[in-house]
């Protein structure tokens, strides 16, 4: 850039000089043509009162070394010339200043020689006895005053060439100083040019933006990392159950009467396994998109009802009370994930939950938004614990949940549900007295969106439900 400067600044230094000395001359030269014109109109006017109160007289005793005299007569023939014969000079007749003159009583005229290196200036004016005395000096052309000039100009030229090339290449390491100061970590910072501000402004949005996504990146490779890891780690618990198992069944290690107990040990760890994996490729298909899976309205009530409903039975085994209240509420989303959302979140409350305790399920609309809540009376989280609970394997209390079985994933699972469908996702929890999860739903708009990006209407109806009674608990 410095180089690209420098030669923009030395070449129009340079032009600027050399269009400058031709103006100059050129401007210069018609100034002393002009006031040459009036010196040899001063001089014909005192040779013509001569030539009135002398005639041929005064002509034939006057030395004129710097000009040219001539007497014309009224028919254009040559009376007397100072350097030629007047019998051997043509008509006069014609020329420009002499017919001026005798037409005006004065005339000019400027005419170059052929071979360009002279100019005569002319100046003519009529007698009263009707001759014309002329007279003419000769003058350097501009090509001819040039080329005599042309060594004080080369080295007026070469002094300009040198200051020129050491301005220029001043000029040029100051205008980019500045810029080679740029601090990029913070361009605003600088102090370049005002001009530069919105250039160092988007550069430094850019900067932010670029550390933002280094710091993103670096905490998606963390994360990244440590799923790997605690993936490793979960499936290589069960991997070494069932192999131990195995070796010993498969070495006849294991009294006949044992051998159902080994069996059903490792069934749970392979049944541990398949949930692990199939987790692990429901969160995967999260963080794409889920964009293969069909968009629709759904009835939320229907199916918070048949969530209850299956989990009746191990709330019971578990000595917990499972209550379900709700009234219609319709959620234009992707009914697999709901039903995973609804799940995952009752499962936590039954498994993390006392004995004598109660699990409570609440489906609704409130301020046009669709919401469901699931609260229990379990064993609560700490609060320092409440913002890494939706992390992927992230266990509060990991000999508890071991006892009680889950892969780890299911609240990440909820959680990217949850975001997938433009939800708010709230946890308030309190150790000893348990934990209240609500979800909150978009309001519905007069255009939704399916999986496509295609538009559909949303119905005024509410999807159809089991007729249960709106507002109703229902104790199972």
């Given at each position: 850039?410095?180089?690209?400067i ?9 032009s600027?000089f ?21 010196e040899l109109?001063?001089q014909?006017?005192l040779?013509?009162?001569g ?33 030629s014969k ?8 014609e ?27 002319y ?5 009263e006895?009707?001759?014309v ?7 350097d052309?501009?090509p ?6 042309f ?51 988007r ?16 905490r998606?490779?963390?994360l ?36 159902s107990?080994?069996?059903?040990r ?7 396994m ?8 429901r ?21 918070a ?16 009370a ?5 009234e ?49 009376t379990g ?5 320092e ?7 992927r394997?992230y266990?509060v ?6 006892e009680i ?24 929890s ?17 255009e ?19 007729d249960h ?8």
């Amino acid at each position: 850039m410095t180089k690209r400067i420098f030669r923009t600044v030395f070449f129009v230094a340079v032009s600027m000089f050399l269009a400058s000395v031709a103006l100059f001359m050129t401007v210069l030269y018609d100034y002393f043509s002009v006031v040459r014109q009036e010196e040899l109109k001063v001089q014909t006017d005192l040779a013509a009162r001569g030539v009135r109160d002398e005639g041929l007289t005064y002509l034939e005793g006057l030395e004129t070394l710097d000009c040219r005299i001539t007497w014309i007569g009224a028919d254009g023939g040559v009376l007397y010339d100072s350097r030629s014969k007047a019998g051997e000079m043509e008509n006069h007749l014609e020329r420009r200043e002499v017919r001026e003159a005798l037409e005006e009583g004065y005339g000019t005229a400027a005419r170059s020689s052929f071979t360009l290196a002279e100019r005569y200036l002319y100046s003519a004016k009529r007698l009263e006895d009707g001759t014309v005395l002329r007279l003419s000096a000769a003058q350097d052309s501009l090509p001819a005053l040039f080329f005599g000039m042309f060594k004080p100009l080369c080295l007026i030229f070469a002094a300009a060439v040198c200051l020129s090339f050491f301005l220029a290449s001043r000029l040029a390491k100051k205008i980019v100083e500045p810029l080679n100061g740029l601090d990029l970590d913070d361009p605003l910072a600088s102090g370049a040019y005002e001009e530069l501000s919105p250039l160092l402004g988007r550069l430094h949005a850019q900067q932010q933006e670029i550390g933002r996504q280094r710091e993103e990146l670096m905490r998606t490779s963390e994360l990244r990392r440590e799923f790997t890891a605690n993936v490793s780690h979960e499936l290589k618990t069960p991997l070494h159950t069932i192999s131990g198992s195995a070796e010993l069944l498969a070495e006849g290690m294991v009294r006949p009467e044992d051998v159902s107990v080994f069996s059903g040990r490792i069934y749970g760890e392979a049944k541990r396994m398949i949930r692990l994996v199939e987790d692990i490729l429901r969160l995967s298909h999260l963080d794409e998109g889920a964009g293969d899976m069909e968009w629709e309205w759904v009835d939320l009530y229907a199916l918070a009802e048949e969530t209850a409903e299956s989990f009746s039975l191990a709330a019971k085994e578990e000595g917990v009370a499972f209550l379900f209240a709700g009234e219609p509420a319709a959620v234009f989303g992707i009914r697999q994930l709901l039903q995973g959302i609804l799940y995952n979140l009752c499962d936590n409350g039954v498994k993390y939950n006392l004995p004598g305790g109660c699990v409570s399920l609440e489906v609704g609309e409130a301020e046009g938004e669709a919401f469901l809540t699931v609260a229990d009376t379990g064993i609560g989280i700490p609060a320092e614990h409440q913002e890494r609970i939706f992390e992927r394997f992230y266990r509060v209390d990991k000999s508890h949940s071991k006892e009680i079985g889950g892969t780890g994933l299911g609240l990440s699972i909820v959680k990217h549900a949850v975001s997938l469908h433009g939800a708010k996702l709230e946890l308030l929890s309190t150790p000893g007295k348990g934990t209240k999860v609500s979800v909150r739903f978009p309001k519905k708009g007069e255009e939704e969106k399916d999986g496509d990006g295609r538009s559909v209407r949303g119905a005024q109806a509410v999807p159809g439900r089991r007729d249960h009674g709106s507002g109703k608990d229902h104790g199972l």
